[in-house]
């Protein structure tokens, strides 16, 4: 599998930005995918994932301002990031594995393909 972001950028608070992320691969293997972030010093967490039944997860921190979604002909995953804080300042990773979207963000297997990440900043 392979992942790359796209869309990244400087934004003040408030603004909106949507990252892309183009994949190809086994589908079998990006069966599920999801947008992470992290910021230096800190580990990668998790902010929205999406598997190909369309079942969706959000990070608390993001829920009812970001929308993840999945273009499945296109081998396309965004993420539409509304009222963007300072806080959401960090490099954005677009991930997939094998498998479901679980009941809550962290659980199933861990993502194994990454792609090579995209910063945004939000500033005052």
């Known amino acids: 599998v392979q992942l790359r972001e796209s869309g990244g950028g400087s934004v003040q608070i408030g603004g909106s930005l949507n990252p892309t992320c183009i994949a190809s691969?086994?589908?079998?293997?990006?069966?599920?995918m999801g947008w992470f972030r992290q910021v230096e010093g800190k580990q990668r967490e998790p902010v929205a994932l999406i598997d190909r039944d369309g079942t969706v997860l959000y990070a608390d921190s993001v829920k009812g301002r970001f929308t993840v979604s999945l273009d499945k002909p296109n081998d396309a995953l965004y993420l539409q990031m509304n009222r963007l804080k300072p806080e959401d300042s960090a490099m954005y990773y677009c991930?997939?594995?094998?498998?479901?979207?679980?009941?809550?963000?962290?659980?199933?297997?861990?993502?194994?393909?990454w792609g090579q990440g995209t910063q945004v900043t939000v500033s005052s």
């Open positions: 691969g086994y589908t079998y293997y990006r069966y599920s």
């Open positions: 991930g997939a594995r094998g498998g479901l979207v679980l009941s809550r963000i962290n659980d199933g297997p861990p993502f194994g393909s």
